[in-house]
Nanobody
Framework: QVHLVESGGGLVQAGGSLRLSCTASGSFSYIEDMAWYRQAPGKQREFVASITRGGRIEYVDSVKNRFTISRTSAGNTLYLEMHSLKPDDTAVYFC?????????????????WGQGTQVTVSS
């Protein structure tokens, strides 16, 4: 029901900034929760930030005051502004969508994932 495509990753020096985008497409009326996760080499995927349709936002402690999550009012594009990047932020960043009201009416509690975008921070 939802197809997610991330973009905006790349190579940046420590202290630099990047802006990630995630565009959701498909036959849906709205998406309840959208989030960013990341997975570093040899590590488990971890939560980074989330935003609900109502605007409630959460961050993992390690990115607070450096990253900002937002979404368009239409709810189909998700952003992650990343500043003061550190080598520890190096990972593949994934967009997630959960709680989808399809255009046909049914509500799906599934969690959908994008393919990920690589962020590499050099020291």
């Amino acid at each position: 029901q939802v197809h997610l495509v991330e973009s905006g990753g790349g190579l940046v020096q420590a202290g630099g900034s990047l802006r990630l985008s995630c565009t959701a497409s498909g036959s849906f009326s709205y998406i309840e929760d959208m989030a960013w996760y990341r997975q570093a080499p040899g590590k488990q995927r971890e939560f980074v930030a989330s935003i609900t349709r109502g605007g409630r936002i959460e961050y993992v402690d390690s990115v607070k005051n450096r990253f900002t999550i937002s979404r368009t009012s239409a709810g189909n594009t998700l952003y992650l502004e990343m500043h003061s990047l550190k080598p520890d932020d190096t990972a593949v960043y994934f967009c997630s969508a959960e709680g989808v009201r399809s255009s046909a009416g049914p509500y799906y509690a599934n969690q959908y994932w994008g393919q990920g975008t690589q962020v590499t921070v050099s020291s």
